[in-house]
Each structure stands twice: as C-alpha cells, then as structure tokens.
C-alpha cells in the first residue's frame, strides 16, 4: 500500500536520523568484508533415478496446484476423479500477459527457502527458460524417468518443443495454440468476398472491407499477444534465441517490415481494430461485425463459441489455413498453450505426476471441458472431433487446425522475458495514439533488446 | 490505513503541549517511568523488526555481491545504468510532484474551509464523507478505479471522453498516469490528512482568531496570516509522510498493469523495478541498491522539509 499514512507518525524523523547513523556504521563494517552466504549450496542430485534429487516423500502430503482461472475446471476435475488424492487448489493470474507472477513468487520462496506450490499452470510457454536455469531451478526434468516415456510419447511431435532446453524435458504441454484464419462465412457470402490464403490478399480484402463495409473487421492488434499472431505467422526474426544465453531481434528485416505496413494500412482503412479481444470494447463495438481474424485455436471456446463474448450463430465461424506470403511456404503463428511443470522441491512427486498425467490427457477434462486443441494426441483427436460432431464451426475445422499445428514457424524462441509485455508496453500505446506501426518498429526493436539483455542474453 | 497522526492532533496542540508532561514527567516515581518503558517497548521491537533492521540488511546488501564479498559501489552502479531505472525515476518524480502540490494545497483549504463550517453536524458529515475512501485498501481502491477508468463501463463515462478518451488504453496513455495514480491517492488518501488538519486548526487558540477578528481580519486574511503559519508544521509533517508513501508508489501501478493487459509496464516505478530486480532477474543486491537510494533520496528531501518547517522548533 503506498498511500497510507506510514506507522509510529510521532517519530519519523528519529527514524531516519537512527537509521542513517546505524547505516554508516554498517557501512564502514561492510568494507571491513563480512561474508556470510545467504542461501547453501545444494548438490544438484543428478545421480537420482528421476534426474534430480527429490526431497523426502511422504505420499500422504498434499499436494499444492497452481492454476489460472480457466484452469480450474482442471483441478477441479482432477479432484472429483481422485478423492483419494489429497490437493490444495489456488488461483494466480497464470502468468497473462507476461505478467511474471510465476517466477517473481518461485524467486521468493527460493528466499525463503520453502514454500514452493507442487505443480504450477502458466499460460505462457518460455517459463521453461528459466525454471530449469540456476542453482535453485524450480522444474523437475520430466523424461529422466519420473514420467514414462511411452506417455511423453503420447504428445503431439512438436507440442514439447517449448518446454524442452538443451534436450530435457521440463514441463507439459496443456494446449495448442497454433494461429489460424478465422472468418465469418455468412458475412463472406453476404459481401461476395472470397476467404485470403495470403497475407497480401487479406490486405487488400482489408482495404476493400474498410472501404465498403466500415465497422466490420478482418482482425484486431490490440492484444499483448498480436506480435505472435501476426510478426511470428510473418516469419520475423524479432525473437530469435540461439542456446541459452544468445538473442537477436531485427524488426528493420524485410518480413518484419512488410507486417507492419500491412497493420499499419488495416488500421488507417478501418479494418484493423486497436481493442484487446478480452476488453469490453471490442465485445461491445465488434459482435457480429467480424469478418475475418487471424488468431489462435483457443478463441474457438473464449471468443467465438462464448456466450459472453462474440457469441457466434452455430455454423458460421471457420478455421481457415494459416496465411503466408505470397509465393512462401505458410507459416503458423503461436499463442500460449499453457504448460505444466511440476516443483523439484514436491514432496509427493507420486500425486504430482497423477495430477499432471490427468489434466494434459484425461478426456474428461481435455475433450469434455478444455477450450483449446490439447496437446495430448489422443485428446486433441477426440477434441477435434468432438468440434467437428457439434456442427458450431463451418468448413473443415478439424483438418485446417490439425494443419496449423504443425505448421508452426520454429524461428520464434521461448526466451526468459515476455515478448506480449515489451510490446503491451512499447507497442501498444502509440499505435493507440495514433503513432504507426512502422514508425514504431526502432523504439519497440530497442525495447525487445534492452530487455534480452536485462535478462542476461548476449543480444546481436 | 493508519492514522497515527490523528491520535496526536486530538490531543491538542502541536508542540507547545509536549513540554508540559514532559516537566511533570520528572517527578513521577520510578515506577511510573518504568511503565512508559513498558509502553514504547511495543513500539520500539516492532520498528526495530519491520523497520530499522530490513534496512540495515538492505544497506549491507546493497555494497555487497551476492556471495557476501564487498561490491563497493558496483551494484548502484547497474542499477542506474540499467535501461528502466531514469524512466522509473521520471514516472515517480512525476507523480510525487503531481500529488504532493495538490495534496498539500488541496487538503489544507479543505480543511479551512471545513473548519470554517459553523454547524457541528455538517462540519463532522463532510469530515467523515471525506475520509471514508480512506477505508479502502489500497488494491481494493484500484480496482474501483479500474472500473471509473474505462469509458465503457464507467459511470463517469461523459467526463473521460469530454477530455477525449475513448477506450481505456487511451484513458491510461503514458502521459496521464502520473495524473491517474495522483488521483487514486489522492481520492484514497486525503481523508485522512483533512481530519488530521481540522484537529491541528482545532488546536488553534480561540483568543487568536476573535483577536484577528476583531482587529478587521476576514475568513481569507486569517487564514492566510493566523491559521496557515500555525498549521506549517502540520503541513510539512503531511508532506514527509507522503513522500515517504509517494516515492514507494508499487500497488497503483502493478494493478494497473495486470487489468490493463501489460500496456501500464510493470515497471513503472523505482519500488517496482527493485521488485523485478529482486525476483525477476534474482538480483536481490541490485534490488536492495535501488532501495537505498531510494532511502537516500527521501531523507535528503525530508531533512529539507523538516528544516523549513520548523518541524523540531519548539514554540
């Protein structure tokens, strides 16, 4: 709380006067070179059947699960699937937007030294990058033998990718995310548009969509995510990561650039809107005035078939292929999947793998309740025709997003820092000012590498 | 939220009354004086606990590195050259300049004008109206603004978009957030402060005012020539307090930053880039430099108040 009045108002000034003397004392004592370690070190136990070294057992503890609010019909499932398992269940804001919560609280109780949640949710997929870094590192290796390898094998070739560093495993992937084309095919039969299948049909659709129809649109970069929608669907180096520890970020090359013509047109023929999908706004000004948006599988379940958002008529929406640049191979994009990781410190690592084994691939959370494609084979097959059986999304849903899924473009890392936060922050409001995108590209190019480099990445 | 200051203020005057117990003070018996111990004790183990050593740990962790060798100056150093710490410094310069001119100006002819009300049961309505915003927790108050904030949800919806702002990433454009978090504080604090001012104009002498009456002074010359002089060292205690709140500006922004999908950085302030620096970055020294000089910076500005206002001058 910054705004209230501090305590013990009757002496403040003795405070300080006490704290500044005590403090040059200290100082002086300092430069004398005390050196007391704050934290142990600790063996990093490789010689463990599991590849780390758990703690003590005690397979009646429970276990504490971390989730977003969305993934709490997860947990939730879990629990009434096995009572016998004893969980503590808590909501955090599951990293969104590269919020950061997941590694400031895991940085806190490496302080402390206790308190680690069991299992954690993210929705972002780079919390590997530094979860299995340092010498307090919070995931545990999943494929040294503490997950069977027929189950990890279970996953869709590819879906690990993210949570893999230097070839180990470290934690689960709970979705897909891969972008697709959606669009609206009713309106595109009402107007006589034929659906894009490259980026520069869908900017002259665009334009003509601005100029004919105004208020409709064919997209929105008014989310932290829209640089992974459309600058990682463009094929733009801006996020590149070699190793561990090298980064580079080029918004000047020629990909990066034509993106942002591409937006900044769309957003000057009226076509492009500037409002977060989640906000109000867009609900508000764009139910049933969206023609066409490129964007993840999840919206399927949070925009298009969501009661309290757009609320789509059954059997107008589609999921259309991946666009691409005209004469290139297209590419899909990436938003999220939220991934799995279990604590190194868990002192159930039995109930753990129970939990994680469930909530990645049981159906009765991931065909039944989840939102988007999962990332366990079998359930996103049994997801996808569960889709295709319900009738609500036109064309051939199944197909176009198992396409996409492995499409997606492998040039965009998983780095330590949020690519959705330095654009949220950089990008954001000044095209919201009216600024342009492509005058935009230095100052948000500046902002990805003073970033890398704060944390710890040699930036080229 | 607590008030500490409105215990002193009900007591009476300022600083004229302390002399008095403290000359009685020397004929009470042993055991009497060994009570007073017993009361401050509270006081004193708590400040000792939660402030006065976490900031000596902090000093010696800022010269030190990370392994408890010295580091000499090389973690401040880092910490200003590292490429969020000057704007941080701006964004929070900019709010406490913002918020203290018009909490101290505000709140002080506020509390005139209150005191200046004849009727008892009007004055301690408008009083308690004022401080019941106060009554919110800081997050809690945000979250109200969130809400205020955004012109599609907003009750004041005309207001934000008579100043032209449509949606709310236009409403929380860079430029105007010192302005909005002065105002959240503002809203959530100044209640407060204005039942600590009315307390310390009640402990204005009666006698001063009906002489400046009868000597042809108005509401406006009195307040200027009798009640604002006697108030200085009440103002300047409000403006140390709040810029030792102001300058560890940290829930405003960071709630601001998670509703507003990350377009308010998380770093905006100084206490919220320790806070990265601490548990992002794992660079708790890093982290306890900024703090220290953060320290640094509200003792000078402090010490500069405490002079002007005569705060230690006995009347």
Same mark, same amino acid.
């Given at each position: 709380m910054t705004t209230e009045h501090p305590r013990g108002a009757a002496t403040p000034l003795r405070h300080l006067v006490v704290a500044a003397t005590a403090a040059v004392t200290l100082l002086a004592l300092a430069a004398c070179g005390s050196s007391t370690s704050p934290s142990a070190s600790k063996s990093d136990g490789s010689t463990s059947a599991f590849g780390f070294a758990p703690v003590k057992q005690d397979s009646s503890a429970a276990i504490t699960v971390w989730v977003d609010a969305t993934r709490e019909a997860a947990a939730k499932q879990f629990q009434t699937a096995h009572p016998e398992v004893p969980i503590k269940v808590e909501t955090y804001d599951g990293g969104a937007d590269g919020s950061g919560s997941f590694q400031t609280k895991v940085e806190a109780f490496n302080q402390a030294g206790s308190g680690w949640p069991d299992v954690v949710f993210s929705t972002q997929n780079n919390e590997a990058a530094w979860a299995s870094q340092g010498k307090d590192a919070f995931a545990a290796p999943l494929d040294k033998g503490y997950l069977d390898k027929s189950f990890l094998d279970g996953f869709t070739p590819g879906a690990l990718a993210p949570v893999t560093v230097d070839g180990t495993v470290y934690g689960l992937r709970n979705d897909l995310a891969p972008t697709v084309t959606w669009y609206d095919t009713a309106l595109m039969k009402q107007f006589g548009y034929t659906v894009p299948t490259t980026w520069e049909a869908y900017q002259a659709l665009g334009e003509k969509v601005g100029k004919e129809h105004p208020g409709y649109i064919v997209g929105t970069v008014g989310d932290s995510f829209a640089p992974e929608i459309y600058f990682w669907g463009a094929k733009a180096p801006v996020n590149v990561v070699k190793g561990t520890d090298q980064f580079s970020a080029n918004t000047s090359d020629a990909s990066s650039v034509k993106m942002a013509t591409l937006v900044d047109d769309l957003l000057k023929s009226g076509s492009m809107a500037k409002e977060s999908v989640f906000s109000p706004e867009f609900v508000q000004k764009y139910t049933g005035k969206v023609l066409m948006m490129p964007g993840p599988v999840w919206y399927s379940g949070a925009l298009f078939n969501n009661p309290s958002s757009l609320k789509s008529a059954p059997g107008t929406i589609a999921a259309g292929l991946p666009l691409g640049w005209d004469g290139q191979q297209a590419v899909a994009g990436n938003v999220g999947g939220g991934t799995w990781y279990v604590s190194r410190h868990s002192a159930n690592l039995e109930a753990a793998k129970k939990f994680m084994e469930f909530v990645t691939s049981d159906p009765s959370y991931q065909v039944d309740l989840a939102q988007g494609l999962p990332a366990y084979k079998d359930a996103g097959d049994k997801w996808l025709a569960k889709q295709a059986a319900s009738g609500f999304f036109a064309g051939d849903f199944a197909k176009n997003v198992s396409a996409a899924a492995s499409e997606v473009w492998d040039g965009w890392g998983y780095p330590r820092f949020s690519q959705e936060a330095v654009w949220a922050k950089t990008v954001t409001p000044a095209l919201s000012a009216g600024k342009s995108l492509v005058d935009t590209l230095p100052e948000w190019d500046k902002a990805i590498k003073n970033q890398a480099q704060a944390n710890g990445y040699k930036v080229k | 939220m607590t008030l500490a200051p409105s215990r002193a203020a009900a007591a009476g005057a300022p600083t004229g009354a302390r002399q008095r117990p403290r000359r009685a003070s020397r004929s009470v018996t042993g055991r009497w004086s060994r009570i007073s111990y017993l009361f401050v004790s509270g006081y004193v183990l708590f400040a000792l606990a939660f402030g006065i050593l976490p900031t000596l740990y902090a000093v010696r962790m800022s010269f030190t590195h990370d392994d408890g060798t010295f580091a000499g100056l090389s973690n401040f150093v880092d910490a200003v050259q590292d490429f969020r710490f000057l704007p941080a410094v701006g964004h929070v310069a900019a709010f406490v300049g913002v918020w203290l001119v018009s909490?101290?100006?505000?709140?002080? /002819?506020?509390?005139?004008?209150?005191?200046?009300? &004849?009727? %008892? #049961? @009007? !004055? !301690?309505?408008?009083?308690?109206?004022?401080?019941?915003? &106060?009554?919110? %927790? &800081?997050?809690?108050?945000?979250? @109200? #603004?969130?809400?205020?904030?955004?012109?599609?949800? !907003?009750?004041? !919806? %005309? /207001?934000?978009?008579?100043? &032209?702002?449509?949606?709310?990433?236009?409403?929380?454009?860079?430029?105007?957030l010192p302005v909005i978090f002065a105002v959240i504080a503002f809203w959530s604090g100044a209640g407060g402060w204005i039942v600590v001012m009315y307390g310390a104009l009640n402990s204005i002498p009666v006698e001063v005012l009906e002489a400046a009456r009868l000597d042809g002074a108005g509401a406006v010359r009195t307040a200027l020539h009798v009640q604002l002089p006697m108030l200085r060292k009440w103002i300047s205690y409000m403006a140390i307090m709040s810029l030792a709140a102001g300058t560890q500006l940290f829930v405003e922004p960071r709630v601001l930053s998670q509703a507003s999908h990350a377009v308010v950085p998380n770093d905006y302030s100084l206490n919220q880039l320790a806070y990265l620096f601490a548990f992002k970055q794992g660079d708790l020294n890093g982290s306890a430099a900024i703090a220290v000089l953060l320290l640094l910076v509200t003792l000078v500005l402090s010490v500069f108040f405490v002079i002007r206002g005569g705060l230690f001058e006995r009347d």
């Open positions: - | 909490l101290l100006v505000l709140v002080t /002819v506020l509390a005139l004008m209150v005191h200046a009300i &004849g009727r %008892a #049961w @009007l !004055s !301690s309505s408008v009083r308690f109206v004022y401080y019941i915003p &106060g009554a919110l %927790a &800081g997050a809690a108050s945000v979250v @109200l #603004w969130l809400f205020l904030l955004n012109p599609t949800v !907003s009750p004041v !919806s %005309a /207001v934000l978009r008579a100043f &032209g702002f449509s949606t709310f990433v236009e409403t929380i454009a860079p430029g105007n």
